[in-house]
């Protein structure tokens, strides 16, 4: 099965694929339900790619990026003259996915009197452009996605029950990060890798501390929080080596709740780790972490000793990204000549 852009190897990941390979092949109706960021287009690709209708267009609409007044013009098309503005008739998203799969991203936001419209052409599979009484066939896949609780919406009367059903045949709950945060480092290395071709870098090193950091993170914007911090990381980087900037990191580890450090020894590592990491491990200088933290490099040594901070040590893990953390003898080697 192509899984393109599908990355992990969770329990959560591995059942979703599942799910995915389940469906796919079927040609029915299919539901994605998640968080915001959690990669719905992303799913509803694969299972397109995976289809039947692989070879035919995949076409996607954002049900809440476009005014209601020129949404069913965008799904269904129009006739010249149909209002102001309509300079020439217009095919519809329904026309341009003929064969293939529409893709209805955030359907929750669908206006409550577009709603009977589109499940009328999911009923007859005909199409009527908005100023035109002539049926027009169509052969769809419709593959729907929301954050929102549509159930929820049907029992307040803002989301039509006939439609939540007709489109609820396959419904796939897309896990948030938080609950597969064992994919973290492996995201993280695509992401590098994705962006260092993007920007003509060479990045081939992660540092397990940051690895660490950003697996504590909880993560409210999923997948596409993660991306968006990779991303001004490679910008920002720039050696060989990923590089934050230190208030990003401490952003994550502020956001990190539960994983506040609870001692003032723990407090003390953290904001060290945090500043070696931005100076990719630079103790000396007028930029190192010794100058930004306000000590003597001989001072910020013997701290790193006695708190145990290791600097990482580069070596393979994967994905042709290096990690991993040098030895205490390693260490003072490293630190020494720095």
């Known amino acids: 099965m192509a899984l393109q852009n599908l990355i992990g190897s969770s329990k959560a990941f591995t ?6 390979g389940i469906v796919a092949p079927l040609d029915c109706g299919v539901l994605l339900q998640g968080e915001t960021g959690t990669g719905k287009e992303v799913v509803a ?10 070879n035919r267009p995949f076409v996607a609409i954002n049900c809440a990026a476009i005014p209601s007044a020129l949404l069913e013009s965008e799904l269904f098309g129009h006739e010249k003259g149909a209002f102001t503005g309509a300079v020439a008739q217009t095919l519809g998203r329904f026309h341009a996915a003929n064969g293939g799969t529409l893709f209805l991203d955030e359907i929750g936001d669908l206006p409550i009197e577009l709603q009977p419209k ?5 009923q007859e599979q005909q199409v009527q452009r908005v100023g035109s009484n002539r049926n ?9 996605a929301t954050n929102l609780d549509l159930l929820k919406m049907v029992g307040e009367k803002r989301f039509r029950a006939d439609l939540y059903y007709r489109l609820n045949v396959f419904p796939i709950q897309l896990p948030p990060l938080r609950e597969r945060k064992e994919d973290i480092p492996l995201l993280v290395r695509h992401f590098v890798e994705h962006y260092g071709k993007r920007f003509g870098k060479q990045i081939t090193f992660i540092p397990d501390n940051l690895l660490k950091i950003l697996s504590r993170h909880h993560w409210p914007g999923n997948i596409r929080e993660l991306q968006n911090f990779v ?6 980087s720039r050696g060989d080596t990923l590089t934050p900037r230190t ?18 020894a723990a407090a003390e590592r953290a904001h060290i780790e945090r500043v070696l990491i931005a100076t990719n491990w630079v103790i000396s200088g007028r930029d190192g972490a010794a100058a930004r933290l ?4 001989t001072t910020l040594i013997s701290r790193m000793q006695k708190l145990n901070i290791k600097k990482p040590i580069r070596r393979a893990a994967g994905h042709g990204i290096l990690d991993g953390a040098l030895t205490e003898s390693d260490l003072e080697g490293s630190l020494l000549a720095s």
């Open 15 to 20: 059942t979703l694929v599942e799910e995915i």
């Open 247 to 264: 208030i990003e990191i401490e952003g994550l580890e502020a956001d990190a709740g539960e994983e506040t450090p609870s001692t003032l």
């Open 136 to 144: 027009i066939a169509v052969d769809v896949r419709i593959i729907a």
């Open 45 to 54: 690709r694969a299972i397109h790619d995976n289809g039947p209708r692989s």
């Open 118 to 122: 589109l499940l009328r052409v999911l």
């Open 231 to 236: 991303e001004r990381a490679v910008i920002t």
């Open 294 to 297: 306000g000590l003597p490099r």
